[in-house]
């Protein structure tokens, strides 16, 4: 399997300007996660899904942000309108269950760049 | 309570040191304690982890230190490499919730 896959590696954009960003999970997971990835602040879960549900939204930062998974192949994180403190790493994982629980591994892929101007 | 607090934020150590990363939890409900790897423009993999029901965990140069009482777990790597110098995070987990400590940014100087 080729693991996680995102898109774009690296995205520039200016403030205001629309975001999205992509991810395939690997096949046969069946929980997906994005994260957000800074220095300040470390690994923040901002939502995750189980079966294409969306279960704790709870770490979305604010309403410019939303996220969908449309099958169990793909998932989007948009960010409407784009500011300068939204710049990251966002990094999607997904999982299976097993003896250690939905969570006992996550799979990440290697992330989405993200610089607002 | 849903906070796992992770020291230190950097490390440096001499080829063949001994580096260790301290984390602590609040929640008593967590059941499993991974740690992650990550180097630079890759995502977290998963390195070693442990259940509370252990107090030590050892695959190859890689053990966790787990202490139920004191809610702490530690990371240590003996005859530490420059390859393993990487961002290190330890995380407590229950169910599908996943609590990450901040990361150790470790440097192993050759």
């Known amino acids: 399997d080729a693991g996680v896959i995102q898109s774009p590696r690296h995205e520039v954009t200016e403030m205001g300007q629309e975001v999205t960003l992509r991810c395939k999970p690997i096949?046969?997971?069946?929980?997906l996660f994005w994260y957000r990835q800074t220095m300040m602040r470390g690994l923040e879960l901002l939502i995750y899904?189980?079966?294409?549900?969306?279960?704790?939204d709870s770490g979305m930062p604010e309403d410019r942000f939303s996220a969908k998974m449309p099958n169990a192949s793909f998932s989007t994180l948009k960010i409407q309108p784009s500011e300068p403190r939204d710049s990251a790493v966002y990094f999607c994982?997904?999982?299976?269950?097993?003896?250690?629980?939905?969570?006992?591994?996550?799979?990440f892929g290697e992330g989405s760049r993200l610089t607002v101007l | 309570q849903q906070q796992v607090k992770q020291s230190p934020q950097s490390l440096i150590v001499q080829k063949g040191g001994i580096p260790i990363i301290n984390c602590a939890y609040e929640?008593?409900?967590?059941?499993?304690f991974p740690w992650y790897q990550q180097f630079p423009g890759k995502g977290p993999a998963l390195l070693i982890a442990?259940?509370?029901?252990?107090s030590e965990k050892k695959e190859g140069r890689f053990t966790i230190s787990f202490n139920k009482s004191a809610k702490q777990f530690s990371l240590h790597i003996m005859d530490s490499q420059p390859g393993d110098s990487a961002t290190y995070f330890c995380?407590?987990?229950?169910?599908?919730?996943?609590?990450f400590g901040k990361g150790t940014r470790l440097h192993i100087l050759p």
């Open positions: 994982a997904s999982s299976f269950v097993d003896h250690r629980g939905p969570a006992g591994e996550l799979f």
């Open positions: 096949s046969g997971h069946d929980y």
């Open positions: 899904f189980n079966n294409n549900v969306p279960i704790d």
């Open positions: 929640n008593t409900a967590f059941d499993y």
């Open positions: 442990i259940r509370p029901d252990v």
């Open positions: 995380a407590a987990n229950r169910d599908d919730k996943i609590i």
